[in-house]
């Protein structure tokens, strides 16, 4: 199996996000830095005049020196753990406080129960991985209309509830990647496929989705059936089940796509209890940690994805930019994003406002202990 990389541009993506049950704020350990950083060390605040600061989110052009928060769609899942490491290596940087709030559940009633309770608190920033894209979007006017800068990234909230999306690839080639390879994996006779989605909801998921479909017209993939697309909500648990449930229901499947980082571990832990390691192959996005056993087995061969630190670390770099006057959040301005260097906002019919990350790749046997995270 070959490397392939992709351009990042995506969709409204990522993702992730989570509440606390009891909708109070928990903090995850900050980086010595943020408590040790004054505000004036922000470039942006003593930059940017006091004058433009209120047009980029209404709020000062002083560093706010409250908490930054960093939603995901859930808590305990690797992909978000490791964004947020990602988010506090930015946290250190920039001498600020982010806190990792979400539940154990992928659910949007609770995560805008608990974005309420934030907004109540006035934090200096919202960075949020959507669980519904439409339903959040009052949630974030709300905040916007309170002057917190509203940043998606993993799964945007929808254009009009939110400042800012950090796209994490472009959505057309993380779709086409997913059936490149299950194409790759089912061999020149094709055979059926299945997808093995997070929620029913998640824009981004859903997105994927849609572009595989289209995909799959394409006379290269000819031989490929899609049977079905089921869901296992990003529990481990029922994607587990659900992937069982495919191998009885289609018995000559061939490939699971599984566009989830808990879904593809599940697949594939599946594939190998039920000892179909060689008869059906999982593949889709998944972290190089968790996934390395199956790609050695033969359970996994290959998967893709961005890398989610860097997703995390992005997201509050420009968070932080909004939050203290650096940029007002319109087409074409720049940003200094660390080690990831300078980024641009552009503008996108389907997308709105965005941010790019960069370019995702495959993982293989071959170049797998190359990561770890």
């Not at 974030?140 to 800068?149: E, F, H, R, S």
């Amino acid at each position: 199996m070959k490397h392939r990389s992709l351009l990042w541009a995506l969709t409204p993506l990522v993702v992730l996000a989570l509440l606390l049950s009891a909708c109070a704020p928990a903090t995850t350990e900050a980086p010595p830095a943020a408590t040790e950083a004054p505000a004036t060390e922000a470039p942006a605040a003593t930059e940017a005049p006091a004058t433009e600061a209120p047009a980029a989110t209404e709020a000062p052009a002083a560093a706010c020196e409250g908490d930054y928060v960093l939603v995901p769609k859930n808590l305990g899942n690797p992909y978000f753990d490791t964004a947020n490491d990602g988010a506090q290596e930015a946290a250190g940087e920039l001498g600020i406080t982010v806190l990792y709030q979400g539940s154990s559940t992928a659910d949007a009633t609770e995560q805008i129960a608990l974005l309420n309770s934030w907004i109540a608190q006035q934090p200096c920033g919202l960075a949020i991985s959507a669980n519904d894209a439409d339903a959040l979007v009052p949630t974030g006017q709300a905040a916007m209309d309170a002057g917190i800068p509203v940043i998606t990234w993993d799964s945007g909230i929808a254009i009009e509830g939110r400042n800012l999306l950090i796209n994490q690839a472009v959505s057309q080639d993380i779709g086409a990647i997913q059936i490149q390879m299950a194409s790759d994996l089912a061999g020149a006779d094709g055979g059926q496929i299945a997808v093995l989605s997070a929620t029913s909801t998640a824009p981004n998921q859903n997105g994927w989705i849609e572009v595989m479909k289209e995909e799959l017209k394409k006379p290269e993939y000819s031989k490929l059936e899609l049977v079905e697309v089921v869901y296992g909500d990003d529990d481990d648990t029922k994607s587990y089940n659900e992937a069982q449930a495919l191998f009885t229901k289609y018995p000559d499947l061939k490939v699971i796509i599984a566009p989830t980082t808990v879904g593809i571990a599940a697949a594939a832990r599946a594939v190998t209890d039920a000892d179909l390691i060689g008869k059906v192959f999982v593949t889709g996005l998944g972290t190089p940690n968790q996934m390395r056993e199956y790609v050695k087995s033969g359970a996994a061969p290959q998967f893709a994805l961005w890398n989610p630190a860097d997703l995390g670390y992005l997201a509050v770099y420009a968070m932080h930019a909004l939050a203290t006057g650096e940029i007002k959040g319109e087409v074409g301005e720049t940003f200094d994003a660390g080690k990831l260097g300078e980024k641009t906002i552009e503008d996108d019919p389907d997308l709105g406002l965005n941010v790019l990350l960069g370019l995702p790749f495959i993982w293989d046997k071959d170049n797998i202990d190359d990561s770890n995270w």
